[in-house]
């Protein structure tokens, strides 16, 4: 293997240790960079396939000479593994470049959820609370409501009780007036017999 195709495969089992691990941002910028390298060395060997293969016809309308026929096949093996070497790096730094921003955001959806739930416990605090207060609210309006029903009771027997007390008056006085009546009467009566 060449070189470049040794560090290619070796950038492969890095980044299979970072998906494995999630390594997030800070290292993804430099991912970005590799993944451009290594999208050039895709490029490169697409080319060194197709021009192993134009060799190749050309070969087969030439009289065939074994061992350039064994270096031709030799040429488009390696050619071949490296563009699946180069794709499935390709693709494996697309799949951890997704993965971590899957991660990323998953982190980021907990820390929200962690704020939501203590701004819900803060929330539910307070509900709980204006219950309390409501419920002690309640209670009092009920013993007002109870004193008032007790004063309206006793302004109705205080009412009752004045009318009572002025009917009373009413005829204490014309009772009274009847006896002076009456005793004007027995005393005229009275003094007219004396006389």
Not at 96 to 108: D, I, P, Q, W, Y
């Amino acid at each position: 293997m060449t070189i470049y195709y040794t560090l290619t495969f070796g950038i492969m089992v890095t980044e299979m240790v970072l998906f494995g691990l999630l390594v997030m941002a800070n290292v993804m910028y430099t991912f970005k960079i590799v993944f451009g390298f290594i999208f050039i060395l895709f490029v490169d060997t697409i080319n060194r396939l197709q021009r192993i293969e134009s060799e190749a016809r050309v070969e087969q309308e030439h009289h065939h000479d074994h061992e350039y026929e064994i270096s031709l096949k030799t040429k488009k093996f390696y050619s071949q593994r490296n563009l699946y070497l180069t794709g499935f790096t390709l693709f494996l730094s697309v799949i951890l470049e997704r993965t971590s921003a899957l991660v990323l955001e998953l982190v980021k959806r907990e820390e929200e959820l962690k704020h939501a739930k203590s701004k819900t416990a803060e929330v539910t605090e307070g509900q709980q609370r204006l219950i309390n207060m409501e419920s002690d609210y309640k209670k009092q309006v009920e013993a007002l409501n109870t004193q008032i029903k007790e004063l309206k009771r006793q302004n109705l027997d205080y009412e009752t009780l004045k009318k009572q007390a002025a009917q009373q008056q009413k005829e204490f006085d014309r009772l009274a007036t009847e006896y002076n009546e009456l005793e004007s009467s027995l005393g005229t009566s009275e003094a007219k017999k004396d006389l």
